[in-house]
């Protein structure tokens, strides 16, 4: 759908109970998904699960907010920082080897 143009902006939400594979279900949809091009983002972590994903992935990029914490996030700016777009998906596409 994404693709064909129906929609401009895919967002998905897992549910489930304790010990259902939510979480290898959402690492497994985003790293197939950045080796096909997309770029993806984690909202919360509040675990730490995704800081080895993102390291593992050359480029890929954790960045920690909170009360006193310097980061900020600007919802409205859909770039990925110095980061082109081909790089991006090569970087991902050799992790998930």
């Known amino acids: ?3 064909k143009g129906f929609t401009s902006g895919p967002s998905i939400v897992i549910i489930g109970t304790v010990g259902t594979g939510r979480s290898m279900c959402g690492k497994s949809l985003v790293t197939r ?4 091009g997309r770029n ?3 909202a919360s972590d509040r675990k730490g699960e995704w ?5 593992a992935i050359p480029g890929g990029k954790v960045i920690s907010v909170g009360p006193g914490r310097a ?5 409205l700016d859909g770039s990925v920082a110095g980061i082109c ?3 991006w998906f090569h ?5 998930c080897r």
């Open 1 to 3: 759908m994404y693709d």
């Open 40 to 42: 993806a983002a984690v």
């Open 85 to 87: 777009s081909l790089r």
């Open 33 to 36: 998904s950045v080796t096909l």
């Open 91 to 95: 970087s991902c596409a050799r992790a």
């Open 71 to 75: 980061a900020r996030v600007n919802p």
């Open 51 to 55: 800081v080895p994903v993102a390291n």
